[in-house]
């Protein structure tokens, strides 16, 4: 076989053969055991770059993973270029293989080119779970394996009872006195439109909804209006008392804070529903809320089967 490396010239393309059966091409110089015809080696390999292995019934083209798109492109072509510009037989082609992915037939052509994992079976297994005993790809994966432990006791634990109809009852209602008004939307043809009202609670597995809720937001008053009274009662008479609450009241409703209010945007998605829905969201709906209310505005993305509570409770039971 003939080992190529693709690069890119002054305004055109090069394709220098890489003489793998001279120890100067190597990076590292191989074994002095090896024959000229057996140093085909992974090691010519540069992930920077893409290479061209010709086999003569077999074009390998060799693309390495940090390599660029433009010599990429170029050795695709190529490829299909040695095929049409030698003789070859009728049932050669040009293989791709991404550095990684390599098919074993390509691997077949270098020395030495295998995953297998050497194990050695004279050692014992006390010996080998010792820190120090794995050493290459086997301990990696077994550093990977300790990440990768999950708590499985939650599967084989007794399901939990639901809530009782009353508690989820008051729920509805703690939840749904805050709303003060909720609108809806469902994606048709790539825009989202408002929904009906009627249409509340009827959710199809192939669309995507989105439900804009407003709550108000009790303000917490200050407790020192109580003391005054006091104070003044004991400075004044009984007479001037009657004249001082009603001021106060007067006061009182002249200075009460404006309540607030958050906005909550829930994103519901089917199951057989594409991601675009959310895409679309994110670059329409969700920008005109933000500058409708900014920083009062919260997203909460739900799937199918896995909604949140507190949305289903505005609903009343009828979806």
């Not at 993973?65 to 990429?72: D, E, G, Y």
């Not at 009062?296 to 949140?308: A, D, F, I, P, S």
Request: hydrophobic share 35%; charged share 35%.
């Amino acid at each position: 076989p003939k080992l190529y490396k693709v690069g890119l010239g002054l305004g055109y393309l090069e394709l220098p053969q890489i003489n793998y059966r001279l120890s100067v091409e190597h990076k590292k110089r191989p074994a002095v055991d090896l024959s000229p015809e057996m140093r085909l080696l992974q090691s010519l390999l540069d992930t920077k770059s893409v290479y061209i292995l010709d086999c003569w019934s077999e074009v390998f083209i060799w693309i390495g993973r940090k390599s660029s798109r433009l010599v990429r492109a170029a050795a695709l072509k190529l490829g299909q270029e040695l095929c049409s510009v030698l003789h070859r037989p009728k049932h050669a082609m040009v293989i791709r293989n991404l550095e990684g992915t390599e098919c074993q037939v390509f691997k077949s052509r270098f020395k030495n080119w295998d995953d297998v994992l050497k194990v050695d079976y004279t050692r014992n297994a006390e010996a080998v779970h010792q820190p120090g005993g794995l050493s290459g790809k086997v301990q990696k994966d077994a550093k990977k394996k300790d990440q990768l432990k999950a708590d499985l006791t939650a599967l084989f634990l007794p399901r939990q009872p639901p809530m009782p109809l009353s508690e989820a009852e008051q729920l509805m209602e703690e939840w749904n006195e805050d709303l003060d008004g909720m609108e809806g939307f469902v994606l048709e043809n790539k825009k989202f439109t408002r929904l009906p009202e009627e249409e509340f609670g009827h959710f199809y597995t192939q669309d995507c909804y989105v439900f804009l809720c407003r709550y108000w937001i009790p303000v917490e008053t200050e407790e020192d209006e109580e003391e005054k009274k006091k104070k003044r009662r004991e400075e004044g008479g009984a007479e001037g008392e009657e004249k001082d609450e009603e001021e106060e009241e007067v006061a009182e409703e002249e200075k009460q804070p404006e309540e607030d209010f958050q906005c909550v945007v829930y994103f519901w998605q089917g199951r057989e529903a594409s991601n675009m829905g959310w895409l679309t969201f994110t670059f329409s709906l969700q920008k005109k809320f933000e500058n409708l209310f900014p920083g009062k505005l919260e997203v909460v993305r739900m799937t199918q089967q896995q909604e949140n509570p507190k949305f289903l409770s505005h609903f009343k039971r009828k979806f």
